[in-house]
């Protein structure tokens, strides 16, 4: 069901009535009865009260609302932009590291081949060496 509120424009904006009800959204919620789709009866709608500061003051909160809710969306557009940046950077790291780009390569240091052949020779020696203790 759908229903319309009419707003005296002589007592208060629609605008700041539309946020004033979108203060109390979820405590309307829980005042809806039914099923599937719940809805407020016109008593209900009735019974909600606003309180309603002068027009100009009015005027005022519903413009500041919209400088806020435009510096919400600046801000969450930043971070998400920034997480899509933080986890490219993230990947550009982790290749350079697999690379060996993220520091200054040694041209003295043995290549990983020969060092992985030396730790396999060394587990060989090692196993033959704890074979003879155990035989003796």
């Known amino acids: 069901a759908c229903a319309a509120i009419s707003v005296d424009d002589q007592k208060a ?3 700041f009535v539309k946020i004033r009800l979108a203060e109390n959204y979820e405590e309307t919620r829980k005042a809806a009865v039914g099923g599937a789709q719940p809805n407020l009866n016109l008593g209900k709608v009735r019974e909600i009260g606003i309180s309603l500061p002068g027009l100009e003051e009015q005027s005022v909160i519903v ?3 919209a400088q806020l809710l435009m510096f919400e969306k600046q801000i969450e557009k930043a971070v998400v932009g ?5 986890e490219s950077l993230t990947q550009s790291i982790l290749a350079k590291a697999f690379r060996g780009e993220l520091v200054p390569q040694n041209p003295d240091d043995e290549p990983a081949s020969v060092l992985l052949e030396r730790i396999r020779g060394g587990r060989g020696a090692r196993k033959r060496a704890e074979h003879c203790i155990q035989s003796s």
Request: proline share 0%.
């Open 82 to 86: 920034g997480s899509s940046r933080v």
């Open 63 to 65: 413009d500041k609302v």
């Open 13 to 15: 904006l629609a605008d």
